[in-house]
């Protein structure tokens, strides 16, 4: 006998971070505030409080209630999950069915379209044009032509750092019958959510993650925030226990100062006026031929030779950014010294 796997099993691309140990990190849009060591003790009594020979609460009601709380929802509306990346594959699972395609869009949070080749639903591919904005009629008009039963995409997105507001996210939303998963992940660094509306809409699903501006991927705490409808469904479909103790404690910890994501977003905000500003004479002087109008906490930059910088960042200063094609670079921005740091880099190899 001898055992074939199944041709979407064999055919997998597993996801890509940049491996090996470097000096300065800003390749994965990471916060680069990290808690006091008085918080850090305080975090270490509560876990080693926790009941560890028991599950976890399914509905992991601490730190969603304290999420509900800092951002102004009902908890009744909000899922955890395992980090949004568990999320986003449950809804893949759950909310298409044999047969249903999904439209994602190209560039964008390359995830989305990983779980399709699982779920072997067709992915149409919404491609945006050289300036990465997003055309709501025509992704409203592929959507029907295609009868895409799901529409997914990041706002503000990653990897083009660019925000679609409000009105426009709203007109895309009430401009279909799909379900619209939209991936707020960065929304803390702008302000064009909609959080407060999500129950007004019958085919809306928002994610959020404690990963990005709260600084705490590596606790790994996601959010589906949806009308009563869909938030039954979402729960019915999860595994029971999909969100650790741990995580449930570390985040109810880090989640009970409501202004904390306020300051933390400010701050890291700031950071990245930092590093576009710094990078604006490269612009001017031609070496970088784009520099992407960002409202997250990451800048998107254009150049020619964008692999050959980026192997130069790595292996000659120990500096980590995100490669893009042939001609862009994503770069988180860091703690003001990594950026400072950063620009020196650059400015030396252009
Ligand atoms: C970082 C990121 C996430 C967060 O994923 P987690 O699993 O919650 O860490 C989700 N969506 C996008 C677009 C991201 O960039």
Redo the contacts with the bound molecule.
């Keep these: 006998m001898s055992y074939t796997l199944p041709e979407k099993a064999a055919t997998l691309q597993p996801y890509d971070p940049v491996e090996g140990s470097y000096a300065i990190r800003l390749d994965a ?1 990471e916060s680069w505030l990290t808690p006091d060591a008085a918080t850090r003790e305080q975090w270490g009594k509560a876990v080693a409080a926790m009941d560890f020979n028991r599950y976890p609460d399914p509905l992991a009601a601490a730190p969603v209630a304290a999420f509900a709380k800092m951002y102004g929802v009902d908890p009744a509306l909000v899922t955890a999950g395992n ?3 568990e999320l986003i594959s449950i809804l893949m699972t759950t909310f298409l069915q044999k047969g249903d395609a999904m439209l994602c869009m190209a560039p964008d ?1 390359s995830m989305y379209r990983f779980y399709t080749h699982l779920t072997e639903n067709r992915a149409v591919v919404y491609q945006k044009d050289d300036d990465l904005q997003i055309d709501v009629d025509a992704v409203l008009a592929l959507a029907k032509q295609e009868q895409v039963r799901l529409i997914i995409f ?1 706002n503000p997105c ?1 990897p083009t750092s660019l925000g679609l507001d409000r009105e426009a996210v709203r007109r895309l939303i009430r401009g279909t019958d799909a379900l619209v998963v939209l ?1 707020e ?1 960065y929304m803390d660094f702008w302000d064009q959510s909609l959080l407060d509306e999500v129950a007004d809409y019958d085919n809306l699903i928002i ?1 959020r ?1 404690a ?2 501006a709260l600084g705490l ?1 590596a606790v ?1 705490l ?1 959010l589906a925030v949806a009308n009563p409808r869909l938030t039954a469904v979402i729960r019915a479909a999860k595994s029971p226990y999909n969100v650790n103790l741990a995580t449930q404690t570390l985040a109810a910890e880090a989640l009970s100062d409501p202004d904390y994501q306020r300051r933390c977003a400010e701050t890291l905000v700031t950071a990245r006026r930092e590093l576009a500003a710094g990078l604006a004479p490269l612009l001017n002087a031609g070496k970088l031929t784009r520099l992407y109008d960002s409202c997250t906490n990451f800048v998107l930059v254009e150049l020619p030779d964008a692999r050959r910088v980026f192997e130069t960042l790595k292996t000659q200063y120990s500096i980590v950014v995100r490669c893009f094609g042939d001609n862009r670079l994503r770069i988180t921005a860091g703690s003001p010294d990594e950026n400072a740091a950063l620009l020196q880099a650059l400015n030396d190899i252009l």
């Design positions: 849009n980090g949004s990346d949070f990041s990653n991936d992940a994610l993650t990963s990005k991927a790994r996601g």
